[in-house]
């Protein structure tokens, strides 16, 4: 079975993205215990600390990034399209910050999609799917062309990503 956004719908808004099987799925929440390399963040930013299990590297770069993390897991307390968005806005900044306090220059979007991918599935967010979706349906036309559209495109490409992941370690 495949579950595809925005399925039904002819607004323009909603985009046919991905497919996600059940496997895939029930296969993210094992992601959730992953260290960031598996989702091919540079090592300067993985900040590992020389741990030996790729749990143990996950906890401790989890530890530094909590901030985003801890924005990521309410998100699905905002009832907004444009309250969701501000806080994906928010937890690129804070990414950008852990980044900017290590002595490195603000991330870039090769850097900062994989950090949101991995941020995402160790915040073990509910059904992101329907996140995604509820923000493309919910959130004005004109506010995709502003900021709120990069934070939109941002999460979308993240949420790609972490299925990208999931499919990959399944296949292994």
Request: hydrophobic share 45%; proline share 4%; with cysteine.
């Amino acid at each position: 079975m495949s579950v595809w956004l925005g399925q039904g719908h002819n607004d323009s808004r909603t985009l046919p993205l991905f497919p996600v099987t059940r496997d895939a799925r029930r296969h993210s929440w094992h992601l959730a215990d992953a260290d960031p390399a598996m989702f091919d963040v540079r090592p300067k930013f993985c900040f590992d600390g020389g741990k030996a299990t790729r749990k143990e590297r996950g906890d401790e770069a989890e530890r530094v990034y909590k901030d985003a993390i801890s924005l990521l897991r309410s998100m699905t307390l905002q009832r907004t399209g444009r309250h969701k968005c501000a806080v994906i806005a928010r937890v690129m900044h804070a990414l950008s910050k852990v980044a900017e306090a290590q002595g490195s220059e603000a991330l870039g979007a090769e850097d900062l999609m994989p950090l949101l991918a991995w941020c995402l599935a160790r915040s073990r967010q509910p059904a992101l799917l329907a996140q995604l979706g509820f923000i493309l349906i919910a959130l004005p036309e004109r506010l995709l062309n502003e900021a709120d559209g990069y934070t939109v495109a941002s999460l979308t490409s993240a949420v790609y990503a972490l299925q990208q992941v999931a499919k990959d370690a399944q296949a292994e």
